[in-house]
């Protein structure tokens, strides 16, 4: 398709694959072009383009003239023929399209003007030809007119600026010429402009053109006489005869800049935000904050001597960490200033400071503020004072002066897997190279690297810290010493460097000083925050430390708490393993606030429990849960250490929806296993609080065996009978147990009683639940009890009770709102219709689904949720969208690590893939999951795997390779009977009939008739019965995932077909109707009776 170039700045040219284009019949029908494209934010109305370009016309005539010329305008841009097309359009309406193939250069001139570097400056410079449709004429549209001047007004405005700022750059980088070039461009574009004015005089003065300096003041000096009868400014004035008496000079270069040995790395970014921000003259004071340590006075020190230029007398640095009181301020900043103060004058030396300033032009820098509340109210004044200096401030803490600007200076960038090319590796190996010659990161020592770098969250001054160990240390054991919470981390960032303040040899002195700014009660809430692991809030800081919101803004402004773009709080690991000790040293030892932490994060689970399974907000819960998931697992940590069995029972049941509606069953794991070992040992224990220890024990097992948290089935099965043992022992000890907590662990049971034997046990269990759910009230409780019973009743073949449970849960679970819950429900209603033929109320059942999933997006989906409406798209012949959630569910699961659960998805998305006839897609993922049951030692998914692999064996016509799989199959347990649908094809092919009928009549008892009927099929048509077969296939196809799906065809309905070639066109036909026209129940008891036979 062709690319439209329109290229506006300047005469109106615009192309078609670089070909000019001719045919624009009118400059209006260049100017609608230029207006819908400058314009292209908002659609314009037919009328209102019709008025501004056709004013004087009647209203039909201009709308006429109008139609006319877009018609042009689409054919000479060819817009019909673009996709997507240039123009959008409808009856009422126009608009730029602003995503079709085009280039406008108003719009990358507009873009470029607002960088910040010189490439982005000298390319808005190169795009400006001329103003906006220079030479265009549209004499008779005011309207058009007065548009047109404004455009150009707004992007003249922006030339000017970029000229400004381009002709800064060029005189920091020492290129005069350029600058001068620039500068005159500008001075030329706004004679009237004595910025511009005075930028071009100062840059041909350097030059050493003084004499067109100074004339290039007169004409200054005439222009602003003849145009508004003033004289020039008072600064341009002075400029001028600094110029005459020779005194602008090249800048002297800063002399007294702390000297650093190691590479400057990581902050380019930063330096150029900062450079940007001293150039431009609204900014007069910009603070560098952040954590002792960040390399705020090596980032000040690299700009110094990057800005010199910049500055007519250039910059000073001054150094004020070794200033102890307010009044060495002044003399300091002078020492560093090279000023000689005079005792005898009578005038002090602060006032001697900003005399001396006054007239100065130059950067000056105040390195280390923090320690010094009176450097900010100095600073303050020598902005005041000399309006042709700026100040550059390092400080820990913001030194809140009016008009100061901040840039927040955070560790260097690391990676979870080290490499050199990463901010902090690279500093990590310069630093090691120096300690020890010779040394580069190896492979073997990347991942150690990484840990150190993350470990001090990329802070330089610790980095060169650990590096320093490098002579006796490997990699390996300076990240072991760094190790979280083992309080080595600070004292061993430690070295003995000669001619350093200790504050830059040494993390902890580093964190006591900045300890040491603080008041009584921000050390005291800084201390309670240590208990907070990844972040909190401001409400939970309050709940755990009674700090408000001052509080802890006042912590922000000292760079020791961080506050996250997510609005979330958080300490630097280290500050929080410092601040871990002050609260250790405390009366209580921390106690209070660890239990303070751990009951706000109790009574929070308790209220994401209820939003997740009654509310209908379980993403914001989930999410809110995830935020939180450190906190919650260091107040369930701190309940089982101090034996708080009772809190246990908020904690389980959030921590338990959060592992099922969020698929984090690896999350909780640790949790329920320390819980548990924490309990059985407690119970040995002659005082411990033996009821609710066993209560909580019970509790525990439950979770463990419903999420799945012991491997292997019989583990799951078991570990729930213990907890229903528990609870009995728990009421015979004097505890009543709740209803609810009765049916929940019976509901949860049925749930992992999934196989075709243990459906009975299932059904009777689940029935026992929703009994006593009922007595509870609960909606939710019984909603869950019902649905699993529902599905241990399709499992017996017993649908229309099912169907009857299924429908009641639905009623209750609509008013609750919970989509994973509502999906879940609905695939279960899609497989009791399917598993009946009903297959227009399934497909209706699933489009309610689809409705309810993409209220929100389907993205947005939880887990749980994507696995059930995958399920149903599944059994509806719907593979490209089961295979899309399934796939986002396998992303979300290899992301996390989740390698068990994850082989369950791998194995349903290779079905997806075999479904449609994709083996090599399938093969992949079904041997993936092969390889993660293999490795995870859990044998429960072997004979799925295995039958999946036979399964594509028959799709790719290899019978011998099916037949392999089948006898890894027969040396299982199986109770799914996945075996069947590789016996039937395996024997029917080797012509073993008594084995073929065998099998067929397991699946007709044991699986779906969707999945029965196509085998019970091609064994009659392996048997010469080819019209009845053709009438059982044609009654298999009335599945849309029969009837959908490619593999079906190839295994069964090809074979089939092949079979039925010698029959009479009109009689397939008739057995295709009979077939179609059959009842599927009636049919599998028929096919069951004849195969009992």
Not at 260 to 289: I, N, Y
Not at 398 to 408: C, F, T
Not at 867 to 877: E, F, H, K, P, V
Not at 968 to 997: K, N, S, T
């Amino acid at each position: 398709m062709a690319r439209l170039r329109l290229a506006l700045l300047g005469p109106f040219q615009a192309f078609l694959d670089e070909a000019l284009v001719t045919d624009l019949a009118s400059d209006k029908v260049r100017a609608l072009l230029a207006y819908l494209a400058v314009e292209s934010d908002r659609a314009h109305s037919r009328d209102a383009l019709a008025a501004l370009l056709w004013p004087d016309a009647p209203d039909a005539a201009a709308r006429a003239n109008l139609r006319n010329s877009l018609s042009n305008l689409r054919a000479a841009i060819a817009d019909q023929a673009a996709e997507p097309p240039f123009l959008l359009i409808d009856r009422d309406s126009l608009q730029f399209n602003r995503a079709s193939d085009h280039e406008l250069d108003v719009a990358s001139f507009w873009r470029a003007s607002e960088g910040v570097s010189l490439p982005e400056l000298e390319e808005a410079l190169a795009l400006y030809r001329g103003d906006l449709l220079e030479g265009l004429g549209v004499r008779d549209s005011p309207a058009f007119e007065d548009w047109l001047i404004l455009a150009r007004e707004r992007l003249r405005e922006r030339l000017l600026r970029a000229l400004g700022r381009a002709a800064a750059l060029h005189e920091q980088a020492g290129d005069l010429e350029l600058a001068t070039e620039r500068a005159r461009r500008w001075a030329e574009l706004a004679p009237l402009d004595e910025e511009a004015q005075r930028a071009l005089m100062r840059l041909l003065a350097r030059n050493g053109q003084r004499a067109a300096a100074l004339a290039q003041y007169e004409a200054c000096r005439q222009a602003l006489r003849d145009e508004l009868g003033v004289e020039p400014e008072e600064a341009t004035a002075a400029l001028a005869e600094r110029i005459r008496r020779g005194e602008l000079l090249a800048p002297r270069r800063p002399q007294n800049l702390p000297i650093s040995l190691f590479p400057f790395v990581g902050r380019a970014d930063e330096l150029a935000r900062l450079a940007a921000c001293l150039r431009d003259p609204g900014c007069r004071l910009l603070t560098v904050v952040g954590p002792g340590g960040v390399g705020k006075t090596r980032l000040a020190a690299e700009a110094a001597q990057a800005l010199s230029d910049a500055f007519e007398e250039g910059v000073c640095f001054a150094p004020l960490a070794s200033v102890a009181a307010a009044e060495g301020l002044a003399p300091a900043i002078g020492q560093a200033l090279g000023l000689a103060f005079y005792p005898g004058a009578g005038v002090p030396p602060k006032e001697q400071l900003l005399g001396y300033l006054r007239e100065r032009q130059l950067l000056l820098v105040l390195d280390s503020c923090e320690h010094l509340p009176e450097s900010a109210a100095l600073a303050a004044e020598i902005l005041a004072a000399a309006p042709g200096v700026k100040v550059l401030a390092t400080s820990r803490a913001r030194l809140n002066v009016a008009g100061e600007q901040l840039l927040p200076l955070a560790g260097l960038p690391c990676e979870p897997v080290a490499s050199t090319e990463c901010p902090a590796g690279e500093l990590f190996q310069a630093a090691a190279q120096r300690a020890r010659p010779g040394y580069a990161v190896s492979a073997a020592d990347a991942p150690a690297v990484a840990a150190i770098c993350q470990r001090v969250e990329g802070l330089p001054l610790a980095i060169l810290l650990a590096a320093s160990w490098m002579p006796v240390l490997e990699p390996g054991e300076i990240a072991a010493q760094l190790e979280p919470d083992s309080g080595r981390g600070i004292d061993f960032l430690a070295a003995d460097w000669q001619g350093v303040p200790e504050r830059e040899r040494s993390m902890r002195a580093t964190l006591d000083g900045s300890w040491e700014l603080l008041s009584e009660r921000e050390r005291g809430i800084l201390a309670g925050l240590a208990v907070f692991r990844g972040g909190f809030t401001a409400a939970a800081a309050e709940a755990v430390t009674g700090a408000t919101l001052r509080d802890l803004a006042r912590l922000v402004d000292h760079s020791l708490v961080l506050r996250r773009a997510s609005g979330r709080y958080d300490l630097h690991d280290l500050l929080r393993e410092y601040a871990a000790v002050k609260l250790a040293a405390a009366p209580d030892g921390g106690a209070g606030a660890r239990e303070r932490h751990a009951d706000h994060y109790r009574r929070a689970t308790a209220g994401w429990e209820t939003e997740i399974t009654r509310l209908g907000r379980e993403k914001q819960a989930l999410a809110e849960m995830e935020a939180e998931w450190a906190n919650v697992c260091q107040a369930w940590g701190w309940a089982v250490e101090g034996a708080r069995w009772r809190w246990l029972n908020a904690f389980d049941r959030a921590v338990s929806g959060y592992a099922w509606y969020g698929s984090q069953y690896q999350a909780v794991q640790p949790l329920f296993a320390a819980a548990e070992a924490r309990l059985r040992e407690a119970l040995r224990d002659p005082a411990t609080e033996r009821v609710a220890a066993l209560l909580a024990l019970g509790r525990i097992r439950s979770g463990q065996g419903f999420l799945g948290l012991v491997p292997g089935h019989q583990a799951q099965v078991e570990a729930l009978r213990e907890s229903l043992a528990l609870l009995e022992q728990a009421e015979r000890a004097g505890e009543p147990v709740s209803l609810w907590e009765r049916s929940n662990t019976l509901r949860r049971l049925g749930a992992r009683l999934f196989n075709d034997e243990e459906a009975e046990e299932s059904a009777r269990c689940c029935a026992q639940a929703a009994e006593l759910a009922r007595a509870t009230g609960d909606g939710y409780l019984l909603g869950g009890a019902l649905h699993v019973g529902g599905r241990a009743l399709i499992t017996l073949g017993r649908f229309e009770e099912a169907e009857r449970w299924l429908r009641e849960t639905l009623a209750l679970r609509l008013p609750l709102g919970s989509v994973t819950a509502l999906l879940e429900n609905y695939q279960s209603l899609v497989w009791v219709a399917a598993q009946q033929g009903r297959f227009g109320e399934a497909d209706r059942w699933i489009e309610e689904a689809i409705a309810l999933a993409q209220r929100d997006s389907l993205e947005t989906l939880s887990p749980m949720a994507r696995r059930d409406l995958a399920g149903a798209a599944y059994l509806q012949g719907r593979f490209e969208l089961a295979e899309r959630l399934w796939g986002d569910q396998a992303a979300f699961f290899r992301e996390r690590g989740l390698r068990g659960v994850l082989a369950g998805v791998l194995l349903s998305l290779g079905l997806a893939g075999l479904m449609t006839g994709r083996y090599a897609d399938a093969r992949t993922r079904f041997e993936e999951a092969l390889r993660l049951v293999q490795e995870s030692g859990n044998g429960d998914l072997l004979p799925s795997c295995w039958c999946n692999l036979g399964l594509l064996a028959l799709g790719e016509g290899d019978g011998a390779q099916a037949g392999r799989w089948l006898e890894r199959l027969r040396g299982e347990p199986d109770p799914q009977h996945l075996a069947c649908f590789l016996r039937a094809p395996v024997a029917i092919a080797a012509g073993q009939w008594e084995e073929a009928r065998r099998a067929v009549s397991e699946a007709l008892a044991h699986r779906s008739p969707m999945e029965a009927l196509p085998l019970a099929a091609l064994y009659l048509a392996a048997q010469g019965q080819a019209e009845r077969a053709v009438e059982l296939y044609a009654l298999a196809r009335t599945s849309p995932c029969v009837a959908r799906s490619r593999w079906h065809e190839e295994v069964f309905g090809q074979r089939i077909a092949q079979a039925a070639a010698n029959l009479p066109p009109e009689a397939i036909r008739a057995a295709q109707e009979r077939g179609r026209a059959r009842d599927w129940l009636v049919t599998v008891e028929e096919l069951r009776a004849e195969r009992a036979e």
